[in-house]
């Protein structure tokens, strides 16, 4: 009779197996599910922050900008009031505002040769920063 009682616990535990194994996937992917959706939530976030930032920036830009052409303007004026003459007050500044030109695209092209991302090359490496090398063309991929 022990055996026959033994019989349907037997046949009853893998079925409370099946039903432990679905809720775990059941709440795991309710976890991931959650995740997932939190992520969505915080790029959206970090989207519409970074469309304001920008926005920032261009109004700020503009604000310069028509600050910088108001300066010329009054140096303009104040050097034609001290005696010189237009065109050679129009050919100095656009001299001057096309050196500056220049200057900074030479600035940016360099600041653009320096990205490597370092850090991340040694993360994907597994090399320590204490043992990190100092030269950037080290760390470059090849």
Do not use: K, N, Y
Request: avoid cysteine; charged fraction near 15%; aromatic fraction near 8%.
């Amino acid at each position: 009779m022990d055996a026959a009682a033994a019989a349907p616990s037997r046949a009853s535990e893998p079925q409370s197996w099946r039903v432990l194994l679905g809720q775990m996937l059941e709440h795991a992917h309710d976890a991931a599910a959650f995740r997932i959706a939190l992520l969505g939530l915080e790029a959206r976030r970090a989207l519409l922050l970074g469309a304001r930032s920008l926005v920032l920036a261009v109004v700020a830009a503009l604000m310069l900008f028509t600050a910088w052409l108001s300066l010329l303007g009054a140096l303009v004026l104040w050097a034609v009031q001290a005696g010189w003459s237009w065109p050679l007050v129009l050919l100095a500044l656009a001299v001057a505002s096309v050196l500056s030109a220049v200057a900074s695209a030479f600035s940016a092209r360099s600041s653009l040769q320096r990205i490597h991302f370092d850090a991340s090359w040694r993360a994907i490496r597994g090399t320590p920063s204490s043992e990190a090398p100092q030269d950037a063309a080290a760390t470059a991929p090849q």
